[in-house]
């Protein structure tokens, strides 16, 4: 089991650039999520996903677009990158609300 | 409004001894889960521990421990037996409800073991 993969591990984009953040499990887990981790301030929850086919904000979602595309993957998009988004990206997953299980995450710089 | 406090930015512990790290919680909730993720220099985020709100026990795994007081809202983590390994950041987060989804996580503790 690879459990929580993400792709890329690092990323540059340039102020006004769009990407993807690609994320998937292979734990059958219903629920997944994105966080984003900024020095000094833990994580803080982007979108998550409770089961396939819904989607819904976390604490810090401007800026962001998710979907849910099946039941092993969970994208997050960055439309028009700002260097406010520079921060290292993590996916979750998790079954029954407990625990939830990180992605090795996406260091991501917006100059 | 749901917060989680972590006011130790950093720790020192002796090799072999134990050392607590501080987590308290403030919920309106009477059902939440209480979680413990240690976060190495490598980058990834490692599940320690739980404890559910309802649980009469403290919970246990391994070395790591969670000592949960509901009355003063807190959630501490006790290490026993400090390794090299266990320097790292420690993070505290609380989850809302039975099955709920938004998770919100304290600022961190980071823990120096010393040989």
């Known amino acids: 089991n690879a459990g929580v993969t993400q792709t890329p591990k690092f990323q540059v984009l340039k102020t006004g650039q769009s990407m993807t953040l690609q994320c998937a499990q292979d734990m059958n887990h219903n629920s997944m999520y994105w966080y984003r981790q900024d020095p000094g301030m833990g994580l803080r929850l982007i979108y998550y996903s409770a089961s396939e086919g819904t989607t819904d904000k976390g604490e810090v979602p401007n800026g962001y677009n998710v979907s849910r595309l099946n039941k092993r993957e969970f994208s997050l998009r960055l439309e028009s990158a700002a260097p406010s988004q520079t921060s290292v990206y993590f996916c979750a997953s998790s079954g029954g609300g407990l625990p939830q299980f990180f992605g090795p995450g996406t260091r991501l710089t917006v100059l | 409004a749901q917060k989680i406090t972590q006011t130790q930015p950093g720790m020192f512990v002796q090799e072999k001894e134990a050392v607590t790290l501080d987590c308290t919680y403030d919920?309106?909730?009477?059902?939440?889960?209480l979680f413990w993720y240690k976060q190495p220099s490598s980058g990834e985020m490692i599940f320690l521990i739980y404890?559910?709100?309802?649980?009469?026990q403290n919970a246990t795994e391994g070395r790591y421990s969670l000592n949960f007081q509901k009355a003063r809202k807190s959630a501490n983590l006790v290490i026993s037996a400090s390794q090299l390994g266990d320097s790292a950041m420690y993070f505290c987060?609380?989850?809302?409800?039975?099955?709920?989804?938004?998770?919100?996580f304290g600022a961190g503790t980071r823990l120096f073991v010393k040989a």
């Open positions: 404890q559910g709100s309802y649980d009469q």
């Open positions: 987060a609380m989850r809302r409800g039975t099955g709920g989804f938004k998770t919100i």
């Open positions: 919920t309106s909730d009477p059902s939440y889960g």
